[in-house]
């Protein structure tokens, strides 16, 4: 079975960065189609924050991270640089294949000083 494996997160000054990793097993990675990496604050929906395919074209909604993806380990990163206190939230990464999707646990980012 798929699944995935969120790691990285903590606590992290404003204006520090963070690498968060997202491992998947139980799948051929180059068969994901797409992996994205979302976020979910305290009483807000669950958002967007990027997506890398197959091909490793990569779409943002947020211009200070970065994702990136290690075919070889079957990993998917997630580089955050200078981060707000509104950075803060559970971070999850998907990954689809066909028509299917799948979320991992999450981990908890928070930025505060």
């Known amino acids: 079975q798929v699944q995935l494996v969120e790691s990285g997160g903590g606590l992290v000054q404003p204006g520090g960065s963070l690498r968060l990793s997202c491992a998947a097993s139980?799948?051929?990675?180059?068969?994901?189609?797409?992996m994205g990496w979302y976020r979910q604050a305290p009483g807000k929906q669950r958002e967007w924050i990027a997506t890398i395919t197959g091909g490793s074209s990569t779409t943002y909604a947020e211009g200070r991270f970065t994702i990136s993806r290690d075919n070889a380990n079957n990993t998917v990163y997630l580089q955050m640089n200078n981060v707000k206190p509104e950075d803060t939230a559970v971070y999850y990464c998907k990954a689809r294949i066909g028509t299917k999707e799948y979320w991992g646990q999450g981990t908890q980012v928070t930025v505060s000083s």
């Open positions: 139980g799948i051929i990675f180059s068969s994901i189609n797409a």
